[in-house]
């Protein structure tokens, strides 16, 4: 089957071996598979990559760089075909042709693998995938599956805001408004947050903020973020999301943050990093680092795309074949133009 590669630090379109799903398993043909965050920076630094994986015992994601990668984990497919029933499990649900979500998850023996970040289980920017059974859900009829594809990365911005006390305050910062700040302000208003300010030094993804529900976006070198949710009529506390992930955010946003605020972490820095315990004592400042969803949280967000709660077509900003994906991931890298960039390895879903 045909797949876009990491390979020796480029992104190439090769015939890979076709995937066959063993004891619990079942085989999919994907339908779309969003471009996420984590695979342009893997892409561009595989081997900081696995081995911060490996220092903080993400094993999940601890896979070989001088290997082939296909990577790709936030997507919709099409069931073909179930691997024998484990014992004592239920009997497959889903007939072939069922159209769905999956978590990107197998298992390797007793060891749980994530795919897209495995030499051995390919990801979605391959014509089909093996995932665990269990983690299949039906796309809900008449839902898009190229918009359903956005249901993991929505189930990250829905953990983070879970994880928060954002819906007991009613109001929320959103610093960032990439994928993940975007994903944690959709998740806000699902969870009937009202008054979100979100910052952003790039217009575009400004503009995508309000799209999705911010009420108020500033860019943040004309106004600081939390003089603007005082504007908003923010008081006491402030609920922050961190969604930028790179050095240096942790301690300026807690050197702005209100007394006794809570900052929850959920960009995903790659490098090390430096912050001020005095100030956070100093102000009795909550800090939280989240990572990932539940399958309840997965199972929400595909809801809150199907019944029309959370509108995700805006985000789908661009659509290509797997001949595409290597020069998506260099469009990619250029933030001014696109949001999210979807691969669909088998053409456009019949």
């Known amino acids: 089957m045909r797949a876009a590669i990491l390979r020796n630090g480029q992104m190439v379109v090769d015939e890979v071996a076709e995937p066959t799903p063993g004891p619990g398993q079942v085989l999919l043909e994907t339908l779309a598979c969003g471009i996420c965050g984590s695979d342009l920076h893997c892409a561009r630094h595989a081997r900081s990559f696995t081995e911060a994986a490996k220092a903080s015992g993400m094993t999940l994601f601890a896979f070989d760089p001088d290997q082939d990668l ?20 239920a009997a497959n649900p ?6 769905v979500v999956a978590h990107p998850m197998v298992r390797d023996g007793n060891r749980p693998c994530s795919v897209g970040y495995h030499n051995r289980f390919p990801g979605a920017y391959a014509q089909r995938v093996v ?15 190229v918009h359903a594809a ?52 790039s217009p575009i993804r400004r503009r995508f903020a309000e799209v999705m529900g911010a009420e108020v976006v500033v860019d943040p070198r004309e106004q600081p973020a939390v003089d603007a949710w005082r504007g908003a009529g923010g008081r006491g506390p402030a609920v922050i ?7 240096g955010m942790i301690a300026n946003t807690m050197r702005s943050a209100p007394s006794r605020s809570e900052l929850v972490v959920v960009g995903l820095c790659m490098e090390p990093d430096v912050i001020e315990p005095t ?12 990572l990932g969803w539940n399958a309840e949280e997965f199972a929400a967000s595909l809801d809150g795309i199907a019944s029309g709660r959370i509108d995700v ?27 999210k960039i979807v691969v669909q390895p088998n053409g456009p879903a019949a």
Request: glycine share 12%; with cysteine.
């Open 70 to 89: 296909v990577m790709g984990h936030e997507f919709s497919a099409r069931v073909l075909e179930y691997g024998p029933v484990i014992d004592g499990s």
């Open 241 to 247: 999301f961190e969604a930028v992930g790179v050095p």
């Open 131 to 145: 995932v665990d059974a269990g983690g299949v859900l039906a796309i809900p009829d008449g839902t898009d599956p």
């Open 150 to 201: 956005l249901t993991e990365p929505l189930a990250v911005g829905l953990h983070a805001v879970n994880a928060s006390s954002a819906v007991a305050a009613g109001s929320a910062i959103v610093l960032g408004c990439g994928p993940v700040g975007l994903a944690v302000i959709a998740a806000l208003r699902l969870q009937g947050v009202q008054r979100i300010v979100a910052a952003d030094f």
């Open 279 to 290: 100030i956070a004592i100093s102000r009795q400042l909550t800090v939280k680092f989240v």
């Open 313 to 339: 077509a805006p985000l789908v900003t661009g659509r290509v074949d797997v001949d595409g994906a290597p020069g998506a991931f260099d469009t990619l890298a250029q933030p001014e133009q696109h949001v």
């Open 94 to 99: 889903l007939a072939p042709g069922t159209a």
